[in-house]
């Protein structure tokens, strides 16, 4: 478990694929009591990354943090930006995409709807190209939003699909999904300091081509 940053309000980690973000057996909160040293410590989540997705997340340590940072998620004071390799490349080098989706519970699944309705939510982020090679292409993303599995989808439904995207794609990619949590940036709960961490992604696949 590697550790960012600890104080006595925060701990920024990063979550490791195929670990949930939320507080069970098996699941980030419990990893990062371990990683402390303390089972009992007060470790709670304060925002999500789906559980194949890997990268920067920061945790609350008292029920008075979690609350202020689950405002500046509400109030979108609080920054997201992710980096993903896509099957194919955007037409445009940066720019924004806006669509309607709708969470199929069912199926486990996010949808584009056509049109407004009920359950149906407006999803917005903005991309940025930063390399391509052999038909894939690196990009950043900031999300406005935080839609369940937004950037697979808004790629996906645009024949962008990530790699190693097993959900929203039929494509057979060795490797895991290539979405990676790089920066988050909030306000100290406690003083108000404005804090920002990122990290790169491993040197794996797909990652070391760019």
Not at 108 to 123: I, L, N, S, Y
Not at 124 to 138: I, N, P, T
């Amino acid at each position: 478990m590697e550790l960012l940053y600890v104080d006595e309000a925060v701990v920024v980690c990063i979550k490791p694929a195929r670990v949930l973000s939320t507080d069970e057996s098996g699941g980030l909160p419990e990893l990062v009591r371990q990683a402390l040293g303390n089972p009992k410590a007060d470790v709670r989540t304060v925002h999500r990354l789906d559980r194949v997705v890997s990268g920067v997340m920061v945790l609350a340590r008292s029920a008075a943090a979690a609350s202020e940072l689950s405002r500046q998620v509400r109030e979108d004071e609080f920054s997201k930006e992710y980096l993903a390799v896509l099957h194919g490349i955007p037409e445009a080098p940066a720019g924004t995409l806006t669509d309607l989706l709708y969470r199929d519970k069912a199926r486990r699944m996010t949808m584009v709807a056509a049109e407004p309705g009920k359950g149906v939510q407006e999803a917005v982020l903005d991309y940025q190209v930063l390399g391509a090679c052999d038909g894939l292409c690196k990009v950043a993303v900031r999300l406005h939003t935080g839609r369940t599995h937004q950037i697979r989808v808004q790629f996906a439904s645009r024949g962008l699909p990530l790699m190693g995207e097993r959900k929203y794609s039929t494509l057979d990619d060795a490797c895991e999904i290539a979405l990676w949590s790089h920066k988050i940036g909030f306000s100290h709960p406690l003083t108000g300091e404005k804090m920002v961490f990122s990290k790169e992604p491993s040197a794996e696949y797909p990652w070391t081509l760019f």
